[in-house]
T-cell receptor
Framework: NAGVTQTPKFRILKIGQSMTLQCTQD?????MYWYRQDPGMGLKLIYY???????DKGEVPNGYNVSRSTTEDFPLRLELAAPSQTSVYFC???????????????????FGAGTRLSVL | GESVGLHLPTLSVQEGDNSIINCAYS??????FIWYKQESGKGPQFIID?????DKRQGQRVTVLLNKTVKHLSLQIAATQPGDSAVYFC?????????????FGSGTRLQVQP
């Protein structure tokens, strides 16, 4: 299994340009997430999805859009790139689990290698 | 608001010593905690997790301690090696919210001196 794959690894955008960050996972995970990581900071949740056709906002959704047409893919769209969106973007996935706390391991999120985006 | 934070931004230890990385959390509803390791240029990698009904959990060379009274979490690395040099994040989760999204702290950089 390749796990979580993100493309591209690097990208430079001009202000106002649009782009899509791709994320795919081959672990048949229902849950997928997009985070951004600014320099010297932790990860902040942008959007997440609990299954195909279902998405929801995280902490910092403004300026982004997502879609989840398949279990495997969870692309992140930037419509009008701004310098504030310069960051490293990580996609992650995890198994679906119930509301009760069962054995550890089901809640582990597996991360891709990241996309480093600069908006100039 | 609710947050997960860390006491020290950088920790420098000698190779072979034990390392202790601390983390404070503020969400009393958190019932699951995870430590991640992030090497330069890579995504976070799972190290160890612990449920809120446990005080301690051990893995290979790592131990996580949870003190719910003071909302404190720590990661202990035994016999620290140069390969342990990375940024370590704690994260928490409230399983009852249904969101399944982690709240991350800002990270501690561990530097292992040879």
């Amino acid at each position: 299994n390749a796990g979580v794959t993100q493309t591209p690894k690097f990208r430079i955008l001009k202000i106002g340009q649009s782009m899509t960050l791709q994320c795919t996972q081959d672990m048949n995970h229902n849950y997928m997430y997009w985070y951004r990581q600014d320099p010297g900071m932790g990860l902040k949740l942008i959007y997440y999805s609990v299954g195909a056709g279902i998405t929801d906002k995280g902490e910092v959704p403004n300026g982004y859009n997502v879609s989840r047409s398949t279990t495997e893919d969870f692309p992140l769209r930037l419509e009008l790139a701004a310098p504030s969106q310069t960051s490293v973007y990580f996609c992650a996935s995890s198994k679906k689990q119930g509301l009760t706390v069962e054995t550890s391991g089901k809640n582990i999120q597996y991360f891709g290698a990241g996309t480093r985006l600069s908006v100039l | 608001g609710e947050s997960v934070g860390l006491h020290l931004p950088t920790l420098s230890v000698q190779e072979g010593d034990n390392s202790i990385i601390n983390c404070a959390y503020s969400n009393s509803a958190s019932d699951y905690f995870i430590w991640y390791k992030q090497e330069s240029g890579k995504g976070p990698q799972f190290i160890i997790d612990i449920r809120s009904n446990m005080d301690k959990r051990q893995g290979q060379r790592v131990t996580v301690l949870l003190n719910k009274t003071v909302k404190h979490l720590s990661l202990q690395i035994a016999a620290t090696q140069p390969g342990d040099s990375a940024v370590y994040f704690c994260a928490d989760l409230s399983l009852l919210t249904g969101r399944r999204a982690l709240t991350f702290g800002s990270g501690t950089r561990l530097q292992v001196q040879p």
